[in-house]
């Protein structure tokens, strides 16, 4: 069984930063794609940076240029930069990876950490 398990989260300050961090654990052979998303309260969930086994990126237009997704492979890691925090960035942040455990990739989706970004 594969866990992904985030932390990071906090009631930050606009302007503020933070960093989150989610670690994959388990029987794990690999992990391709990496992922967060976030969901704030009466919305659907939606992508916020994704990263590929190459450290290839992607971001949300709402976050480029304030937000940095890195993974250590080593590690089993991916973090997320939040830089120039607003108060629509508040949200539960969800990790997500391709992980593969035997001859195929599943997809995994941890229990999420909450931002609050508040004055």
């Known amino acids: 069984q594969v866990q992904l398990v985030e932390s990071g989260g906090d009631l930050v300050q606009p302007g503020g930063s933070l960093k989150l961090s989610c670690a994959a654990s388990g029987n794990i052979f690999s992990i391709n794609a990496m992922a967060w998303y976030r969901q704030a309260p009466g919305k659907q969930r939606k992508l916020v940076a994704g990263?590929?086994?190459?450290?290839?990126?992607n971001y949300a237009d709402s976050v480029k240029g304030r937000f940095s997704i890195s993974r250590d492979n080593a590690k089993n890691t991916v973090y997320l930069q939040m830089n120039s925090l607003r108060p629509e960035d508040t949200a539960v942040y969800y990790c997500?990876?391709?992980?593969?455990?035997?001859?195929?990739?599943?997809?995994?989706w941890g229990k999420g950490t909450l931002v609050t970004v508040s004055s």
């Open positions: 990263i590929t086994s190459s450290s290839s990126t």
């Open positions: 997500n990876a391709d992980v593969r455990t035997g001859a195929t990739y599943r997809n995994y």
